[in-house]
């Protein structure tokens, strides 16, 4: 059982490049979402997902589009990466009650 | 937007001793979460909260829902070196959503 699994676990980037950073669980949870982490902050909501084909927004979602096909896969994409989204982004996966939420490693990403 | 003041920003403590920290919001909150999280990997789930008043232990652990459903505390008892990280509180106003505000955390360090 691997939990919450992300790749890459680094990535540096140019400005306007684009990515995917992908987060997948083997736990058949229903929701997932992406945070991010920036120095002395809390974890900010990105974008989260209820389910398969449903998607919606967090607290920060601009420059950051994300898909559900699949109830295991939940890829975050940039589409022009910004300086600004210089962080780390944790993938987190929940079950049927909150004490079954789990985070994966984390990416830590690095726009120049 | 909503805002998490947690508090303290970070302690030194020695080995032995007890340490408590909490979390404020400005609004009402249905589900309190608290987490660690160490150098390098995703916050770990320590203890959840669900309704107002309500006391959770997890070991050494304990948290409280506070009555006013606007505060969070956790306690640590007799605290031990590996217990150093970063605690969170987050917070979410509509139940079953999962959708969470994170605290700016308390970085705890313990002397041996």
């Known amino acids: 059982n691997a939990g919450v699994t992300q790749t890459p676990k680094f990535q540096v980037l140019k400005t306007g490049q684009s990515m995917t950073l992908q987060c997948a669980q083997d736990m058949n949870h229903e929701y997932m979402s992406w945070y991010r982490q920036d120095p002395g902050m809390g974890l900010r909501l990105i974008h989260y997902s209820v389910g398969a084909g449903i998607t919606d927004q967090g607290e920060v979602p601009n420059g950051y589009n994300v898909s559900r096909s699949t109830t295991e896969d939940f890829p975050l994409r940039l589409l022009s990466a910004a300086p600004s989204q210089t962080s780390v982004y944790f993938c987190?996966?929940?079950?049927?009650?909150?004490?079954?939420?789990?985070f994966g490693p984390g990416t830590r990403l690095t726009v120049l | 937007g909503q805002q998490l003041n947690q508090s303290p920003q970070s302690m030194f403590i020695q080995e032995g001793e007890d340490v408590s920290m909490n979390c404020t919001s400005s609004?009402?909150?249905?589900?309190w979460l608290w987490y660690k999280q160490e150098p390098g990997e995703g916050p770990v789930l320590l203890i959840a909260?669900?309704?107002?008043?309500e006391l959770t232990s997890n070991g050494r652990l304990t948290a409280q829902f506070g009555i006013t459903r606007k505060d969070s505390f956790l306690n640590i008892s007799a605290s031990i070196p590996s217990d150093v990280g970063i605690y969170f509180c987050a917070g979410s106003t509509t139940s079953g959503t999962y959708k969470y505000i994170f605290g700016t955390g308390t970085r705890l360090k313990v002397l041996a």
């Open positions: 987190a996966s929940t079950g049927t009650s909150a004490d079954t939420q789990y």
């Open positions: 609004s009402i909150f249905n589900t």
């Open positions: 909260l669900y309704k107002a008043g």
